[in-house]
């Protein structure tokens, strides 16, 4: 058994794409850093992701959660380029553009509502019948469309492994296949490292907690009063493919996507099953899925089949991360809860954890732990 022979500065609980990139940040910036997965890196949610990024797609109407999701994009381009430079790998960044179709008129009044107001915000256009044969000649039978031409994809575990490789030349720590057990505290209760399958570890700083759909059960362990209320939703997806692939954009419709990657598949996803921790794929959502291949016109369903996989994405009760110290304890910060758009937020979760320590800035209300015992 290792014994106390590490002490950092932080110690990062959980290798997904908010592990990786808070791990990555902090360690870029002069601090010392400890990352620790239980499994490999990005072998949980962060390798179903269909590297999305569209905040106009997934704000709903809530405007404080575009803005977040917004905030995030932004800082992509250049965060790619760096962390790109400093893995000699590509993560396949590719600005494809997000088509949000509407089927009926119904989703089209729901459309031309968001496109109301993300006019106001970013450069989207609203797209007719006729205007979308051009864009997407497949898409004739959409009754209208909200396009955002400047909206981006990644592929979220390449990036997850540029962002560990990047993170171990700037020297980070990496223990991998180490489970944390529960932490390490002082009479006070203040948190002071953890303790693992592979020895006991400290933090001079503090333990970020960034294990996803898991982060539940570790905090469970320091017997809380109070629970952090994440769980796992479940998303199947899958990948066709054809020697020429009839979609050109990210295209969104009735609750279903299709996303054109550079290997040439076409990523078609994702169902919202609540099975507990069950991350297999089911009958049940191969053919929810596969209701939906004629959404994205005649040629889809003629693709060829490649493989079916699922992940569990980490939700809170009102969807939006959380983020911030946990209430109560000295050094320990959670970073959880980003349900659908995990790939995207991670950008603006690092920065919110260096801005943390760098001078105690916490993130915004609405993001904090405590929203869910406020009265
Ligand atoms: C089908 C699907 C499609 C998606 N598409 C997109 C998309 O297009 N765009 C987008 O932005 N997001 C997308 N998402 C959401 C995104 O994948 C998640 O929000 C994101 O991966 C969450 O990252 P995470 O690092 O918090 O969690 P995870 O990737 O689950 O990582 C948590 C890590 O913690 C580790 N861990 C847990 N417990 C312990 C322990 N006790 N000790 C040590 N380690 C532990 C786990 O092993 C795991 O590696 C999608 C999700 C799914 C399922």
């Known amino acids: 058994m290792e014994e106390m022979q590490n002490s950092q500065d932080f110690i990062v609980v959980g290798a997904g794409i908010i592990g990786a990139m808070i791990a990555y940040r902090l360690v870029t910036h002069g601090y010392s850093v400890m990352l620790v997965d239980q499994g490999?890196?990005?072998?949980?949610?962060?390798?179903?992701?269909?590297?999305?990024?569209?905040?106009?797609?997934?704000?709903?109407?809530?405007?404080?959660f575009f803005d977040l999701l917004q905030a995030s994009f932004l800082r992509y381009p250049a965060l790619i380029e760096e962390i790109e430079?400093?893995?000699?790998?590509?993560?396949?960044?590719?600005?494809?553009?997000v088509i949000q179709a509407a089927l009926d008129d119904v989703e089209a009044n729901r459309l031309h509502e968001l496109y109301r107001w993300q006019k106001t915000k970013v450069a989207v256009e609203w797209v007719t019948s006729a205007q979308l044969k051009d864009l997407?000649?497949?898409?004739?039978?959409?009754?209208?469309?909200?396009?955002?031409?400047?909206?981006?994809?990644?592929?979220?575990?390449?990036?997850?492994?540029?962002?560990?490789?990047?993170?171990?030349?700037?020297?980070?720590?990496?223990?991998?296949?180490?489970?944390?057990?529960?932490?390490?505290?002082?009479k006070s209760g203040d948190v002071l490292g953890?303790?693992?399958?592979?020895?006991?570890?400290?933090?001079?700083?503090?333990?970020i907690v960034a294990a996803g759909s898991w982060a539940q059960s570790i905090l469970?362990?320091?017997?809380?009063?109070?629970?952090?209320?994440?769980?796992?939703?479940?998303?199947q997806i899958l990948a066709l493919t054809?020697?020429?692939?009839?979609?050109?954009?990210?295209?969104?419709?009735?609750?279903?996507?299709?996303?054109?990657?550079?290997?040439?598949?076409?990523?078609?996803?994702?169902?919202?099953?609540?099975?507990?921790?069950?991350d297999r794929v089911t009958a049940d959502g191969v053919a929810q899925l596969a209701q939906s291949f004629h959404y994205f016109g005649p040629r889809v369903p003629q693709m060829h089949w490649q493989a079916i996989w699922a992940g569990l994405r980490p939700m809170a009760p009102d969807g939006l991360p959380i983020l911030g110290p946990w209430p109560g304890r000295q050094g320990l910060y959670v970073a959880a809860g980003h349900y659908r758009n995990g790939v995207l937020l991670s950008a603006i979760t690092g920065d919110l954890v260096l801005n943390w320590a760098q001078n105690g800035t916490l993130p915004p209300s609405g993001f904090l732990p405590e929203r869910f015992w406020r009265s």
Request: charged share 20%; net charge neutral; no cysteine.
């Open 40 to 64: 490999p890196p990005g072998g949980q949610a962060s390798r179903a992701a269909a590297g999305i990024l569209s905040p106009t797609a997934e704000a709903g109407s809530s405007v404080p």
């Open 220 to 235: 469970a362990t320091l017997d809380e009063v109070r629970a952090l209320p994440v769980k796992p939703i479940r998303g």
């Open 194 to 207: 953890i303790e693992t399958t592979k020895g006991q570890y400290r933090a001079q700083k503090a333990v």
């Open 242 to 278: 054809s020697d020429e692939v009839p979609i050109r954009h990210i295209v969104f419709a009735h609750h279903r996507y299709v996303v054109p990657k550079p290997d040439g598949r076409l990523i078609l996803g994702a169902t919202e099953d609540d099975a507990g921790f069950d």
């Open 85 to 97: 430079e400093a893995s000699q790998m590509h993560v396949d960044l590719h600005q494809t553009g």
């Open 136 to 186: 997407e000649p497949d898409m004739q039978h959409a009754v209208g469309a909200l396009y955002a031409p400047h909206e981006m994809q990644v592929h979220g575990p390449k990036l997850v492994q540029a962002l560990v490789r990047a993170g171990n030349h700037a020297g980070m720590v990496s223990r991998f296949g180490v489970m944390v057990q529960r932490f390490l505290t002082s």
